[in-house]
């Protein structure tokens, strides 16, 4: 309990180090989860779309997932050397298999009733995929991009032993800034990814079509009651 309260106390003192250091460690994840999301998104709706590919998505995926971000950034140290360029790559490596999975399933998953009623409407393949596809398949994209993000920031932590910055330049260094500092350090990197996931579930409802969010929450409410329901009537 003692270190938990240096701990909220080293923040106190220490608010423009540690702001300093979250600037660093948010540059490097977004500008990672950025290039994976360039990467996956659109060849995950390629995919999903001409509705093939599924072992190519599948098995990167678990390529990706399979790779420690570790052991990518000390191969990369041969090949690009220390700093931020090694580590951003590495967690490209970490969120490009999440979001392509994702947006590969979103798009090939969508209801092919839907999809026939627009051909038969006339639409082409890229109407069909701009105006129907797509606005069903945003919210399991974005569900993609926010696991992918809070793997990332969770994960740049390894930064700090390659030269890239971020709070994990803190957390290693308890020589330096005490247990209290690596615990501090270690509370607002879990802090930055609860404040990731919040940020992202609400995008994720924003760009869920209204009448599919409605049907959503009327399932999750009448759930509850069908075990009761059930049992009542045995």
Same mark, same amino acid.
């Not at 090939?108 to 105006?131: H, I, N, P, S």
């Given at each position: 309990?003692?270190?938990?309260?240096?701990?909220i106390q080293?923040i106190g003192?220490?608010?423009s180090?540690?702001?300093?250091?979250?600037?660093?460690?948010?540059?490097?994840?977004f500008a990672a989860v950025?290039?994976?999301?360039?990467?996956a998104?659109?060849?995950?709706?390629?995919?999903?779309?001409?509705h093939?590919g599924?072992?190519?998505?599948?098995?990167?995926?678990n390529?990706?997932?399979?790779?420690?971000s570790?052991a990518?950034?000390?191969?990369?140290?041969a090949?690009?050397?220390?700093?931020?360029?090694?580590?951003?790559?590495?967690?490209v490596?970490?969120a490009?298999?999440?979001?392509?999975?994702?947006?590969?399933?979103a798009?090939?998953?969508v209801?092919r009733d839907?999809? $026939?009623?627009a051909k038969?409407?006339?639409?082409?393949g890229?109407?069909?995929?701009v105006?129907?596809?797509?606005?069903l398949?945003?919210?399991?994209?974005?569900?993609?991009i926010r696991?992918?993000?809070?793997?990332?920031?969770?994960?740049a932590t390894?930064a700090?032993i390659?030269?890239g910055?971020g709070?994990g330049?803190i957390?290693v260094?308890q020589?330096?800034y005490?247990i209290?500092?690596v615990?501090?350090g270690a509370?607002v990197?879990?802090?930055l990814?609860?404040?990731a996931?919040?940020?992202f579930?609400?995008?994720?409802?924003l760009?869920?079509?209204?009448?599919?969010?409605e049907?959503?929450?009327? $399932?999750?409410?009448?759930a509850?009651?069908?075990?009761p329901?059930? $049992?009542?009537s045995?």
């Amino acid at each position: 309990m003692n270190d938990f309260t240096n701990a909220i106390q080293f923040i106190g003192d220490n608010t423009s180090l540690l702001w300093d250091k979250v600037i660093e460690h948010l540059e490097l994840s977004f500008a990672a989860v950025g290039v994976a999301i360039l990467i996956a998104v659109p060849l995950g709706i390629w995919l999903g779309h001409i509705h093939r590919g599924s072992f190519l998505a599948i098995n990167v995926s678990n390529i990706g997932r399979a790779l420690p971000s570790l052991a990518v950034i000390a191969i990369n140290i041969a090949i690009v050397g220390l700093g931020f360029l090694n580590v951003m790559i590495a967690l490209v490596i970490l969120a490009v298999p999440i979001i392509l999975t994702n947006a590969y399933v979103a798009v090939d998953g969508v209801d092919r009733d839907a999809v $026939e009623a627009a051909k038969g409407m006339g639409m082409r393949g890229r109407e069909v995929l701009v105006r129907i596809e797509l606005p069903l398949a945003l919210p399991l994209i974005f569900a993609g991009i926010r696991t992918a993000t809070v793997y990332v920031i969770a994960t740049a932590t390894l930064a700090a032993i390659a030269g890239g910055g971020g709070l994990g330049d803190i957390i290693v260094n308890q020589a330096s800034y005490g247990i209290e500092g690596v615990i501090a350090g270690a509370m607002v990197v879990a802090g930055l990814a609860f404040a990731a996931e919040l940020f992202f579930a609400g995008l994720q409802r924003l760009v869920t079509p209204r009448g599919l969010r409605e049907s959503k929450e009327r $399932e999750e409410d009448v759930a509850p009651l069908v075990g009761p329901a059930m $049992e009542g009537s045995t």
